[in-house]
């Protein structure tokens, strides 16, 4: 962080650690000279500077997050989160591919196929709070590497399934699995300085883009000669990375603080110093915010304004996921029917019962592009979110979505058509995006996990439903389908500006208040506020 920060947090001594003798020599300068009332600096050789005084050094863990800054630490949890979103976002955009392909193979009805995809979000709901749960009460690494190893061990299994019924089982338990990798997002949230935090927020979600990329064009290859079996396996190949890379993987800090275990914090803190090259925090780390009961459902609703936060985040995250796979889903349905207008599909019945038609080499190129228009999104994203904050850059997003999805039904070209799409996936997805900033920021640590959980698993009812819209009411009626999700992102849109808190530059916080009116955190009233 620039230096003028440094001074925005009650002061902070620094001693050299290990190595480090040449780092950040006027810091030291600087912060002692602010503190000439207080006890002697320990220099780190058992020496005092002189300074007379009688209370002892503190820092919190936000102080020290944001003195030490970003750096490599940061970068390395940037590629490892990364490395575990782009693995979820394959074994989620394989769903469209899947589908496809199985009603053929397996001669299914329109029903069973939007089945393969809703057994998925089933396990998610299920099982997105039960996560959430577990690394509130047990840690986030924790959680993370239990729910990875699930979706790996049940993803393998996947690909031997002799029937229809076997891989909706396996397929659901992989949804289990897939519900705790929002967690990776609370980890990593928990380790960035203010100023940074809600753009690599969303910029680490270009992993989950690269992921749905890279997923499209495996299929490209794989599908043609090997079948979906293999491409069922390599899809599950990212998260066995991830897996083996868990070892470098830190336990979040804040968690340690909630916990009441300063000491693993403080190693945490020093580990985050020696890759930053930074100096290590003098003094001992304050606890507050000490929860023994925490991960409570309780705490979601604890008071007025939690409340309300939480009862229109359950609505947005809905709608996000609900239209977010409804136009994934959607692009798949329109390309494999051949049809360039959207709106006689219901005329024409998408695909009839008694003929099969799968993805081709131009199918995939296709749909290729669409899922690109995920990069621009999160480039918007990445622009807006601390340009105008995050309940506004959700909203505008969401309004934006719901033109271009009308605008599809719009009879024109499969070129304009594939344009109409590509920016209505670039919209919603950057929605979803901010969306992932918004919810960490504003809940406590020792909700954080479960908020972020409860939200998640909702969202999922949204996925659960979106099938049933976008590849059997399609084959009914277009115009339907499609308003249903503008109207739908209209509602949350107006959901997003009816937030009660505004989370840009705001700093995180360890527990819940329980008086009306002092917000969804107890602060520190000695705690300053500052802004990005």
Same mark, same amino acid.
């Given at each position: 962080?620039?230096?003028?920060?440094?001074?925005?947090?009650?002061?902070?001594?620094?001693?050299?650690?290990?190595?480090?003798?040449?780092?950040?020599?006027?810091?030291?300068?600087?912060?002692?000279?602010?503190?000439?009332?207080?006890?002697?600096?320990?220099?780190?050789?058992?020496?005092?500077?002189?300074?007379?005084?009688?209370?002892?050094?503190?820092?919190?863990?936000?102080?020290?997050?944001?003195?030490?800054?970003?750096?490599?630490?940061?970068?390395?949890?940037?590629?490892?989160?990364?490395?575990?979103?782009?693995?979820?976002?394959?074994?989620?955009?394989?769903?469209?591919?899947?589908?496809?392909?199985?009603?053929?193979?397996?001669?299914?009805?329109?029903?069973?196929?939007?089945?393969? +995809?809703?057994?998925?979000?089933?396990?998610?709901?299920?099982?997105?709070?039960?996560?959430?749960?577990? *690394? !509130?009460?047990?840690?986030?690494?924790?959680?993370?590497?239990?729910?990875?190893?699930?979706?790996?061990?049940?993803?393998?299994?996947?690909?031997?399934?002799?029937?229809?019924?076997?891989?909706?089982?396996?397929?659901?338990?992989?949804?289990?699995?897939?519900?705790?990798?929002?967690?990776?997002?609370?980890?990593?949230?928990?380790?960035?300085?203010?100023?940074?935090?809600?753009?690599?927020?969303?910029?680490?979600?270009?992993?989950?883009?690269?992921?749905?990329?890279?997923?499209?064009?495996?299929?490209?290859?794989?599908?043609?000669?090997?079948?979906?079996?293999?491409?069922?396996?390599?899809?599950?190949?990212?998260?066995?990375?991830?897996?083996?890379?868990?070892?470098?993987?830190?336990?979040?800090?804040?968690?340690?603080?909630?916990?009441?275990?300063?000491?693993?914090?403080?190693?945490?803190?020093?580990?985050?110093?020696?890759?930053?090259?930074?100096?290590?925090?003098?003094?001992?780390?304050?606890?507050?915010?000490?929860?023994?009961?925490?991960?409570?459902?309780?705490?979601?609703?604890?008071?007025?304004?939690?409340?309300?936060?939480?009862?229109?985040?359950?609505?947005?995250?809905?709608?996000?996921?609900?239209?977010?796979?409804?136009?994934?889903?959607?692009?798949?349905?329109?390309?494999?029917?051949?049809?360039?207008?959207?709106?006689?599909?219901?005329?024409? !019945?998408?695909?009839?019962?008694?003929?099969?038609?799968?993805? !081709?080499? !131009?199918?995939?190129?296709?749909?290729?592009?669409?899922?690109?228009?995920?990069?621009?999104?999160?480039?918007?994203?990445?622009?807006?979110?601390?340009?105008?904050?995050?309940?506004?850059?959700?909203?505008?997003?969401?309004?934006?979505?719901?033109?271009?999805?009308?605008?599809?039904?719009?009879?024109?070209?499969?070129?304009?058509? +594939?344009?109409?799409?590509?920016?209505?996936?670039?919209?919603?997805?950057?929605?979803?995006?901010?969306?992932?900033?918004? +919810?960490?920021?504003?809940?406590?640590?020792?909700?954080?996990?479960?908020?972020?959980?409860?939200?998640?698993?909702?969202?999922?009812?949204?996925? %659960?439903?979106?099938?049933?819209?976008?590849?059997?009411?399609?084959?009914?009626?277009?115009?339907?389908?499609?308003?249903?999700?503008?109207?739908?992102? %209209?509602?949350?849109?107006?959901? *997003?500006?009816?937030?009660?808190?505004?989370?840009?530059?705001?700093?995180?916080?360890?527990?819940?208040?329980?008086?009306?009116?002092?917000?969804?955190?107890?602060?520190?009233?000695?705690?300053?506020?500052?802004?990005?």
């Amino acid at each position: 962080m620039a230096s003028s920060n440094i001074n925005s947090f009650p002061v902070v001594k620094f001693r050299q650690g290990g190595s480090k003798e040449d780092a950040s020599a006027e810091a030291e300068v600087n912060m002692a000279s602010s503190r000439r009332t207080h006890r002697p600096t320990h220099m780190g050789n058992g020496a005092t500077d002189g300074v007379l005084g009688e209370s002892e050094d503190h820092f919190t863990v936000d102080e020290a997050v944001e003195n030490i800054g970003f750096g490599l630490f940061q970068l390395k949890l940037s590629g490892l989160t990364g490395l575990c979103w782009m693995a979820d976002a394959m074994e989620m955009m394989i769903l469209s591919i899947l589908s496809p392909e199985l009603r053929c193979v397996w001669n299914l009805s329109r029903v069973e196929e939007a089945m393969i +995809t809703t057994v998925v979000f089933i396990g998610m709901l299920l099982s997105s709070t039960l996560w959430g749960k577990i *690394c !509130d009460k047990y840690g986030r690494k924790v959680g993370l590497i239990a729910c990875s190893i699930w979706i790996f061990y049940y993803g393998v299994l996947s690909c031997f399934c002799p029937i229809f019924i076997w891989l909706l089982i396996l397929r659901g338990l992989v949804g289990f699995g897939i519900g705790g990798a929002p967690q990776a997002v609370t980890l990593y949230a928990e380790f960035l300085p203010a100023e940074f935090r809600g753009r690599c927020l969303v910029f680490i979600e270009t992993f989950w883009a690269v992921g749905a990329c890279l997923e499209v064009v495996i299929a490209l290859i794989v599908m043609p000669t090997l079948g979906w079996r293999y491409l069922l396996a390599f899809s599950a190949a990212p998260v066995l990375l991830f897996i083996i890379c868990c070892a470098w993987l830190p336990e979040s800090a804040r968690y340690y603080v909630a916990c009441g275990q300063p000491k693993k914090a403080e190693a945490v803190i020093n580990k985050i110093a020696i890759d930053n090259n930074k100096p290590m925090p003098l003094g001992t780390l304050k606890i507050d915010g000490v929860s023994e009961k925490r991960g409570r459902y309780m705490d979601l609703v604890k008071n007025k304004e939690v409340a309300i936060t939480t009862g229109l985040l359950l609505f947005i995250w809905f709608a996000n996921a609900f239209s977010y796979y409804g136009i994934v889903l959607l692009t798949t349905e329109l390309f494999a029917s051949g049809e360039e207008c959207a709106a006689s599909v219901s005329d024409v !019945d998408l695909r009839c019962e008694a003929e099969c038609t799968t993805l !081709d080499t !131009d199918d995939y190129v296709d749909l290729l592009w669409t899922t690109l228009a995920e990069f621009p999104g999160i480039l918007l994203t990445i622009l807006l979110i601390d340009l105008i904050g995050r309940k506004k850059t959700m909203s505008l997003l969401f309004f934006c979505f719901a033109i271009f999805t009308l605008l599809v039904l719009i009879c024109t070209t499969r070129t304009i058509l +594939t344009i109409f799409l590509f920016c209505a996936r670039a919209f919603i997805v950057g929605s979803f995006q901010a969306t992932y900033v918004y +919810t960490p920021e504003v809940y406590p640590t020792s909700v954080r996990a479960i908020g972020l959980g409860a939200c998640s698993g909702i969202s999922r009812l949204g996925a %659960i439903i979106s099938p049933f819209v976008s590849q059997v009411l399609l084959g009914y009626s277009a115009h339907i389908t499609l308003s249903i999700y503008a109207g739908t992102t %209209i509602l949350a849109g107006f959901a *997003c500006l009816l937030l009660p808190i505004e989370t840009k530059g705001r700093e995180m916080v360890n527990a819940v208040a329980s008086k009306t009116g002092q917000g969804v955190e107890l602060e520190d009233p000695t705690s300053p506020k500052h802004t990005t």
